[in-house]
């Protein structure tokens, strides 16, 4: 089975800053994708970012990236720019079966 | 609409109810998904279909009950709930079922409340 682990329950971060949310999973699989999705507090799981085990760049998506560290089994997201609208869970996720098997997530507050 | 919809958004049921909640997609995906999200858990995959056949039933009670009529919508029909039961649902697609690299697109869930 997949295992994910964010470490951080809480992280703030000050309007217009750049922020990296902790991502380390545990897999078997020789392929795989890891995943990050962000939750409002409206509820709505928006896809963010993925990653691919056999991509040799760290993805990027406008202001996200990914910063991916295979050896370390580590899939961190970084956030450039932060702003208020960022304020939300954040959600490192991986394929599991047939479902996702999520992380306990991180809140992040964005402040003025 | 573009995405995956999902209604309603909100909804508050009495034990004795029977209700229907209803996600379509319209991404032109093959897969479609249940998840059931309660306060400080993780999410729970309910049931999985594939071009409308079910593919995985993870051991939800008879109680919820789903129907997949075609493989752009997908319905949660509940009946004689439990407070329990009270959770964010979640309605999501994928364009395969198998893929440990496809994404899963969710939509804005629905918030039900059983008194």
């Known amino acids: 089975a997949q295992k994910i682990t964010q470490t951080q329950p809480g992280m703030f971060v000050q309007e217009k800053e750049a922020v990296t949310l902790d991502c380390t999973y545990d897999t078997s699989d020789q392929s795989y994708g890891l995943f990050w999705y962000k939750q409002p507090s409206s509820g709505e799981m928006i896809f963010l970012i993925y990653?691919?085990?056999?991509?040799?760049q760290n993805a990027t998506e406008g202001r996200y990236s990914l910063n991916f560290q295979k050896a370390r089994k580590s899939a961190n997201l970084v956030i450039s720019a932060s702003q208020l609208g960022d304020s939300a869970m954040y959600f490192c996720a991986m394929r599991e079966g047939l479902g996702m098997r999520f992380g306990a997530g991180t809140r992040l507050t964005v402040k003025p | 609409e573009t995405g995956v919809t999902q209604t309603p958004r909100h909804l508050v049921m009495g034990m004795t109810n029977k209700k229907s909640l209803k996600c379509e997609q319209h991404l032109g995906h093959n897969a479609m998904y249940w998840y059931k999200q309660s306060a400080k858990k993780p999410l729970e995959l309910m049931f999985v279909?594939?071009?409308?056949?079910?593919?995985e039933n993870n051991s939800v009670p008879s109680r919820f009950s789903p129907e997949c009529p075609n493989s752009s919508h997908l319905f949660l029909h509940l009946h004689t709930l439990q407070p329990e039961d009270s959770a964010l649902y979640l309605c999501?697609?994928?364009?395969?079922?198998?893929?440990?690299?496809?994404?899963?697109?969710f939509g804005p869930g629905t918030r039900l409340t059983v008194l």
């Open positions: 999501a697609s994928s364009q395969e079922f198998n893929f440990a690299t496809d994404t899963q697109y």
């Open positions: 279909y594939s071009l409308e056949e079910r593919v």
């Open positions: 990653q691919g085990s056999y991509d040799e």
